[in-house]
C-alpha cells in the first residue's frame, strides 16, 4: 500500500551489515575512501557490538555477534539477518507504526524507549526491519555543519537512496511496505546486497567492495 510522502510516518534512520568479529572488513572501506568513526559500541544484554562509518544524514554500522549465549533469546525472535534497515518517525509525526512490531527495552536506551523489530520470519532472507526511539535519534535538522567524522576521501555526503537486493521469492508485506513509502526499495534478485547512492551520482562513479562485504555505493 503507497500512501502520501506527508503521510507515512517514517523514515531512514541507518542501516547495518552483520560481519565478522572486531570487522576486519572495515579496511576495506577505509581503503576505497570512507573515513572511518573510531567508535565502537557494545549492545548490552543484544550480545551485539557495532562500529561506524557516518555521513551527513545516515551511518552505515558494521555489526558482529560479541556473545553467542547472550544474542540467543532474540536471534530465537529475529534470527540472524545479514542485514537491518532502521526507521524512526518523522519529526512531529506521532502515528502508530504501520506494521506489527516486538518492543525491546535493554539499559543502553533511554528510560521508557524500545527498539520496535518487525515481526518476521527467523529463518527470512529479508533484512530486520527496526525502529528506534526518538530518544536517539541524530536528526538531520539538529546538525549545524558536517562533522570530521561525515568528511570522507571519497567525497560522498548524502544517502540519495538505499537498494536492499535480497533471494526470494516473494516479499513481506513490510517490505513491500516500505518499499513503496520510503526511499530504500526492496527488490529480488540473484544474490543479497545493499546498493547505496550518493549524492544522485553527482560524480558518476562506482565503488563495489564486493566479496569482503554485499556492498556497493554509486556516486
Known amino acids: 500500500m503507497t500512501t502520501s510522502s506527508n503521510a507515512f510516518p517514517l523514515a531512514l534512520d541507518h542501516f547495518f551489515i552483520r560481519v565478522h568479529k572486531d570487522a576486519p572488513e572495515m579496511q576495506t572501506l577505509i581503503t576505497h575512501g570512507l573515513h572511518h568513526s573510531g567508535y565502537f559500541y557494545r549492545h548490552s544484554g543484544m550480545g551485539t557490538k557495532g562500529t561506524y562509518f557516518n555521513f551527513e544524514n545516515i551511518y552505515i554500522e558494521l555489526l558482529w ?15 540472524k ?13 506521532k502515528m502508530p507504526l504501520p506494521f506489527e512490531t516486538n518492543a525491546f527495552h535493554w539499559e543502553w536506551l533511554p528510560p521508557d524507549s524500545f527498539l520496535h523489530f518487525a515481526k518476521r520470519d527467523p529463518a527470512s532472507l529479508e533484512p530486520l526491519f527496526f525502529v528506534v ?10 546538525k549545524d555543519t558536517p562533522s ?3 568528511t570522507h576521501p571519497l567525497g ?7 537498494r536492499v537486493i535480497i533471494p526470494s521469492q516473494e ?34 562513479k562506482i565503488v563495489d567492495v564486493r566479496p569482503t562485504l554485499p556492498l556497493l555505493i554509486r556516486y
Open 65 to 79: 555477534i560479541e556473545d553467542e549465549t547472550e544474542f540467543e533469546p532474540l536471534s530465537n525472535i529475529i534470527g
Open 148 to 150: 570530521e567524522i561525515t
Open 81 to 93: 539477518p545479514a542485514f537491518g534497515i532502521a526507521f524512526h518517525h518523522k519529526a512531529g509525526n
Open 133 to 142: 526511539p526518538d530518544s536517539i535519534v541524530n536528526r538531520e535538522e539538529d
Open 156 to 162: 560522498i555526503k548524502r544517502l540519495s537512496a538505499l
Open 171 to 204: 516479499l513481506s508485506a513490510t517490505a513491500q511496505l516500505l518499499s513503496a513509502n520510503t526511499n530504500v526499495k526492496i527488490e529480488n534478485g540473484s544474490e543479497s546486497r545493499l546498493e547505496l547512492t550518493f549524492d544522485h551520482e553527482a560524480q558518476g
